[in-house]
Nanobody
Framework: VQLQAFGGGLVQAGGSLRLSCAASGRILSTYRVGWFRQAPGKERDFVAVITWIGGSTYYADSVKGRFTISRDNTKNTVYLQMNSLKPEDTAVYYC???????????????????WGQGTQVTVSS
């Protein structure tokens, strides 16, 4: 599986961005696709995850109510709509995919086998 993340950029606080993660290769119905982010000098953190079939979603508390993860199976693409952006959302955002997980089990990045390159999101105050 190959993943390509894009859509990052520079935005003012309160603004919005939509990230895309295009997947190619053999994508199994049990796969989950997640977004993670890594701010300068910090560890990479879980942001959100969606099941490839069914569309169940889980979010980090820090983005609940502001970010929405969705997917378009016809385009093999997962999106992360980010609204009400804050300076603390500044990070490199990565998408990744893994086999079955549920709930908090999906938060652990070590379970993700395939990663896309990162896309930079910068939120100015």
């Amino acid at each position: 599986v190959q993943l390509q993340a894009f859509g990052g950029g520079l935005v003012q606080a309160g603004g919005s961005l939509r990230l895309s993660c295009a997947a190619s290769g053999r994508i199994l119905s049990t796969y989950r696709v997640g977004w993670f982010r890594q701010a300068p000098g910090k560890e990479r953190d879980f942001v959100a995850v969606i099941t490839w079939i069914g569309g169940s979603t889980y979010y980090a508390d820090s983005v609940k109510g502001r970010f929405t993860i969705s997917r378009d199976n016809t385009k093999n693409t997962v999106y992360l709509q980010m609204n009400s952006l804050k300076p603390e959302d500044t990070a490199v955002y990565y998408c990744a995919t893994r086999a079955y997980c549920s709930g908090y089990g999906c938060y652990d990045q070590s379970g993700y086998s395939y990663w896309g390159q990162g896309t930079q999101v910068t939120v100015s105050s």
